[in-house]
């Protein structure tokens, strides 16, 4: 069983500091996705990352692919209060029978 | 363009009945994925369906099944209730070009939470 374990839990910061979150596997994963999902709403799609090593900047959010694609990061610069939500890593699986397998998540509090 | 929307957006049902959830797709959208929130064990994947037939599909018991219907509205059917049954069903759409959901951009509803009780 592929799992994806995400750190810290949860996160409360201060607006404009910087922060990152975790999320680690012992899994290899043909890619991974990144989603946010705020309260009574479904995950929206931040990024996919393909190629192990790679990083992908979406102004002040900064992904990183593990080199051997089982781990990946979200750093996020000068945090704002808009950046609060649930964020879910999700990895997928392009072998055979295809699925996403998502992170334990991370809800992240940003207090003005 | 109109976003996937679910209906109930609510339900409470009791310990073995069943239930039927909807899902209409992004308009053009061929694929149809569905997913089971909950707070112990997050968001894990059911099934997906891509052109009324089950393309992919997650390790959950022969209680969860699905259909799509020939313009991909899809529906999800849980019988014999359980209390753990209760969570956030999602369903998420996409052209289904790619194979699968983690080729693509997949597009979620906003969910059907069910309480079991």
């Known amino acids: 069983t592929q799992l994806l374990e995400q750190s810290p839990q949860f996160l409360s910061i201060q607006e404009g500091e910087n922060l990152t979150v975790y999320c680690n596997s012992s899994?290899?994963?043909?890619?991974l996705q990144w989603y946010r999902q705020e309260p009574g709403e479904g995950p929206v799609l931040l990024v996919t990352?393909?190629?192990?090593?790679e990083v992908k900047k979406l102004k002040r959010l900064t992904f990183q692919f593990g080199d051997a694609r089982k781990d990946s990061s979200l750093h996020i610069t000068a945090a704002q209060t808009g950046d609060t939500g649930l964020y879910l890593c999700?990895?997928?699986?392009?072998?055979?029978?295809?699925?996403?397998?998502f992170g334990t998540g991370t809800r992240l509090t940003i207090i003005p | 363009k109109a976003g996937v929307t679910q209906t109930p957006r609510y339900l409470i049902k009791t310990r073995g009945q069943q239930v039927t959830l909807s899902c209409s797709p992004i308009?053009?959208?061929?694929?149809v994925s569905w997913y089971q929130q909950t707070p112990g064990q997050g968001l894990q994947f059911l099934f997906e369906?891509?052109?009324?037939?089950?393309?992919n599909k997650g390790n959950f018991p022969g209680r969860f099944s699905g259909r799509q219907f020939s313009n991909s509205r899809s529906e999800m059917n849980v019988s014999t209730l359980e209390l753990g049954d209760s969570a956030l069903y999602l369903c998420?759409?996409?052209?289904?070009?790619?194979?699968?959901?983690?080729?693509?951009?997949?597009?979620f509803g906003p969910g059907t939470r069910l309480l079991v009780l």
């Open positions: 998420a759409s996409s052209s289904g070009l790619a194979g699968g959901p983690s080729g693509e951009t997949q597009y």
């Open positions: 899994s290899v994963f043909s890619s």
């Open positions: 990352v393909v190629t192990g090593g």
């Open positions: 999700a990895g997928g699986s392009q072998w055979g029978n295809e699925k996403l397998t």
């Open positions: 308009s053009g959208h061929r694929s």
């Open positions: 369906y891509f052109s009324e037939t089950q393309r």
